[in-house]
């Protein structure tokens, strides 16, 4: 079946504005997850959704970052007042949600961000 | 907080040999541990799940061990192809939410 999915692929942006970067679960997948990868750096957690729990948003680097997700299936995250230092590849990535340990995350491709 | 360490960072073989890639981390209170595959401009492929009661997991040419207690794991890829050039993470998941990544290895497997 169709995997996980994300866009834009690429996203470039002046300092300041607004993005939304979209991701789009495996069908039936009911934990989501949202991480950012700087250059040279390791994947960064963001935030995870499961089910219709309250998200965890532990890893949001600070209140312009923002992330919902509609229907218990695609996820928006949205960045506001961008800055240079967001700039990075942000993925989203899907589990079952079987349980804690058991899970594999599938991950989508990735949205390269881009801030100018 | 729980810190994953990989090396070598690159490494670069001829194919056909016999390779070991290296993760260690800091806590050793994990659920599992996990290897990735990252192509360029790609996403992540998950290759191996070890969970923390296990010590190992087969796939192919791929085998990955867990030494929870002294917090370390090693993948080993057998008779390594061009193909298998990429960059290869190591991760571990320590509570429901979260995995905690390495830097990566980026092997170049030179035909």
């Known amino acids: 079946g169709a995997g996980v999915s994300q866009s834009p692929s690429n996203k470039v942006t002046e300092k300041g504005k607004d993005v939304e970067l979209r991701c789009d679960p495996i069908?039936?997948?009911?934990?989501l997850y949202w991480y950012r990868q700087s250059l040279g750096q390791g994947l960064e957690f963001l935030i995870y959704?499961?089910?219709?729990?309250?998200?965890?948003k532990s890893g949001l680097p600070s209140d312009r970052f923002s992330a919902e997700r509609t229907g218990g299936s695609v996820s928006t995250l949205t960045i506001q007042r961008t800055q240079q230092e967001d700039s990075a590849v942000y993925l989203c990535a899907s589990s079952s949600g079987q349980g804690v340990g058991l899970d594999t995350q599938y991950f989508g491709p990735g949205t390269r961000l881009t801030v100018l | 907080k729980q810190e994953v360490t990989q090396i070598p960072a690159a490494l670069s073989v001829p194919e056909g040999e016999n390779l070991v890639l290296n993760c260690s981390f800091t806590?050793?209170?994990?659920?599992?541990l996990q290897w990735f595959r990252q192509d360029p401009g790609k996403g992540l492929t998950s290759l191996l799940l070890i969970q923390s009661s296990q010590r190992e997991q087969t796939s192919g040419r791929l085998n990955a061990s867990l030494d929870k207690s002294s917090g370390r794991s090693t993948l080993y890829i057998a008779a390594s192809q061009p193909g298998d050039s990429a960059t290869y993470l190591c991760a571990v998941q320590t509570g429901a939410n979260n995995l905690f990544f390495g830097t990566g290895t980026r092997l170049t497997v030179i035909p």
């Open positions: 806590d050793s209170a994990i659920y599992n």
């Open positions: 959704f499961q089910g219709n729990s309250a998200p965890d």
């Open positions: 069908s039936g997948h009911t934990a």
